[in-house]
């Protein structure tokens, strides 16, 4: 059975929303405050809780900076302007550089003796707690995106989570540097406003990974209108940063009646680097919901809900091939654009002789990817042939349940594939540890392929 996660954002998105929704979810809360206590980043502690909202129970999960001077034990404020409509302003860097964070809180007054401020409709027997971080925060730091990454890189986790980490942030610089016209490496982010931003980014890559994710669909972007104050003015709804995002990155944005922002440009980072397909399949079935609760109090429920799907699409698959005919490209020049297809995510790529007009020999270069990399395959086809012009059209595929495992034989150790359908398994050896034990041994490729398949039948087909 194929997992979806589906992010429902009807009232927009945030990295706090989105951190909560997960965790009620069904992600771990241990986990979490692990991987975040491995960055050594200073100056913040965690609110777990729940609230509600319009009579629904969300999980609400907040990043509270702690300003410097201030110790455990006191109360103390996060201090927000507030516009005409009661929206918090976004803090600024020093540097001219909008820090959103997030655009769902709103003066609220956090202390530090577990009593919470969290407006109309959250009951007194929810259990709110807290997670701190050790040292002092140092407010007057700047961060760039270098820095970012060096503490990303800290990060005690897999390779993958720091990497969708790195894109995340990678997207708001971005979006910022435009907003700004700035290049990406003068873009700067004050340390106040980009601890939440850090934890937030970093804790949905976490528990994204938790929850063993791997196919995301996100519904598009409920959005508010107007303006909002903010330390250098006026600036309208979507904040450039967010508009250049969902421009950038093909996030489809759905303007509401609700004055005031409902997409930060950290929840639309989020959304455009966690998505993999474009939608969701004709049938699922809902394995659990989880719902992230926002700080404003509307008239519809200002929550970001999770859905777990599970669907038989593993098995009855949707691909798209792109077709082209050349027949002035060289060799290298396959052979290169072939590499570049695999590198951006293609699913497979070959090359057919043909001949066309005037009997001329030629190839048609065909690729398989999935509809959300159609124009970024074409592009490459465009780039690195001498084709004007590309074929697509839909295919289906019936694909084997399949996973990863790694045998023992007198060669070493050895991965394989485990695939399976109605209670049959099959053993299949990866082609890199075959070559790889062929080169250290000295063996023939045959009769490692054979003695790694027949350790992985004995150890898997007779369980």
Excluded at 376 to 395: Q, S
């Amino acid at each position: 059975m194929g997992k979806i996660l589906y992010l429902e954002c009807n009232s927009g998105i945030s990295g706090d929303m989105t951190v909560g929704a997960l965790l009620d979810l069904g992600a771990d809360r241990e986990v979490l405050e692990r991987a975040l206590g491995s960055l050594g980043v200073e100056g913040y502690h965690l609110h777990f809780g729940r609230a509600v909202k319009c009579g629904l129970d969300a999980y609400d999960f907040d990043v509270h900076l702690e300003e410097e001077g201030h110790e455990h034990g006191h109360d103390h404020t996060h201090e927000h302007e507030e516009t005409e409509h009661g929206e918090a302003c976004h803090r600024h860097s020093e540097v001219h550089v909008e820090n959103h964070g997030h655009g769902h809180e709103c003066g609220e007054s956090h202390g530090h003796d577990h009593e919470h401020e969290h407006g109309e409709g959250h009951g007194h027997d929810h259990e709110h707690t807290h997670s701190h971080s050790h040292g002092h925060s140092h407010s007057h730091i700047h961060r760039n995106l270098s820095d970012i990454y060096r503490i990303i890189e800290r990060l005690d986790s897999k390779e993958e989570v720091k990497e969708l980490a790195r894109n995340m942030f990678l997207i708001v610089a971005e979006a910022e540097a435009k907003a700004h016209g700035l290049p990406i490496d003068e873009v700067h982010f004050h340390e106040v406003g980009a601890i939440d931003s850090i934890v937030d980014i970093i804790s949905v890559a976490v528990c994204l990974d938790n929850l063993g994710v791997k196919d995301v669909v996100v519904s598009p972007l409920a959005e508010g209108h107007g303006q909002i104050r903010c330390q250098h003015g006026v600036i309208p709804v979507p904040v450039p940063a967010t508009a250049n995002i969902a421009a950038a990155h093909g996030l489809a944005l759905r303007l509401t009646d609700q004055e005031g922002e409902m997409v930060t440009p950290t929840g639309a980072a989020i959304a455009a680097a966690v998505r993999t397909r474009e939608k969701l399949p004709a049938a699922c079935r809902i394995v659990k919901t989880g719902m992230g609760a926002g700080k404003k109090d509307f008239d519809h429920a200002n929550v970001l809900r999770a859905m777990l799907l599970e669907t038989n699409e593993e098995e009855n698959d949707q691909a798209w091939v792109l077709e082209t005919n050349v027949d002035d490209c060289s060799g290298e020049m396959l052979g290169f654009v072939m590499e570049e297809l695999f590198a951006a995510g293609a699913l497979d790529v070959w090359n057919t002789p043909i001949y066309m007009k005037k009997n001329r020999p030629a190839y048609l270069l065909s690729t398989l990817c999935m509809e959300n990399d159609i124009e970024k395959m074409e592009d490459l086809i465009f780039v690195h042939t001498t084709t004007i012009g590309v074929r697509r059209y839909p295919v289906s595929r019936t694909i084997l349940e399949r996973r990863k495992a790694e045998v023992e034989t007198r060669f070493g150790n050895a991965s394989v594939k485990i695939c399976t359908r109605n209670e049959k398994t099959f053993c299949y050896p990866e082609y890199e540890s075959v070559r790889a034990i062929c080169r250290e041994t000295g063996a023939d490729f045959q009769s490692v392929y054979c003695e790694i398949r027949k350790a992985a039948e004995d150890l898997f087909c007779r369980q």
